[in-house]
């Protein structure tokens, strides 16, 4: 085993939350993708939402569409359909969204809760982001719901009309056209992303990466992400390095931003961790 993920494993084990150790057994040790499930679950309330920290900035227990996206994330990551906490999930969602079907990041009662200092000035609006993202999870596995026909009807509708231009949003969009069943919709929304992700707002297109920021390789985790043939070779190649050079004497990479606490820190950076070997070994950079 590369020894860059014999670091990174002994940092996840001495750090990491169980679901991204779950995961790192599924990404290279050929585990079953069904604990990853079992941890996800662990999050669920009876509303049929995530919460407790999932997304580890927002440290409310409540459910939150952040920590749904976060959870739906890692099942897709580990390629396990759950359609009963997925369809679960969807009538949480109604009942937070608008009548188009948006939904916010979180609602208010994420405030009576830590926050990490970025999120104390986030508006609580339903948006593309997080709805987009989302609905392509929720896509990837396959449920059927009338929330998610609204509001996945009502995103590609945004984002043609007045596309995103920030980075965050435009990663949301790429997540919806990663697993949305319609191929041309999907295409119109790479086509999107393609044209407005250069100029976009905390997009860093060239490494090395020295501050907070989304970079190619968040939109082309592997060569054969939907959206890697926007990018040049170089472009990649340049991010590999520099992401391989940012791994610490821990083992693990650092965030880029500050954390609501040490706990919240360390859960980040297993999430971090976990996603830099992943992204290094697909793009062949380790073995």
Known sequence: MNMVVVDARFFLLRHARVLERRLYEV???G???SGVAMAV??????DGGLGH??????RCPESQ???VAMGLAALAEARYRDRE???SVCVYLKSVSDDNGLVPFFTELAHLSPLAEHWYHAK???AVNPTAEICGFLHYQGVQHDWLSRATETCLKLIMKDPPQDAHSLLATARLAE???????????????????PKAQLYIPDAPVEEYGLTPLHFAPRPTSLLARIFTQDQIDRHLEDLFNRQQEDGGWPIHWEAPGPAAELEWRGRLTLDAITTLRAWGFIG
């Open 53 to 58: 920290a999932l997304e580890p900035d927002v």
């Open 27 to 29: 990404r290279f040790e």
């Open 85 to 87: 906490l997925s369809t």
């Open 41 to 46: 679950r662990a999050y669920q309330n009876p």
């Open 179 to 197: 697993y949305i069943p319609d191929k041309q919709a999907a295409q119109n929304l790479i086509d999107v992303i393609a044209s407005t992700l």
């Open 124 to 126: 609580v609006v339903p």
């Open 65 to 67: 569409p952040l920590h």
């Open 31 to 33: 585990g079953d993708p």
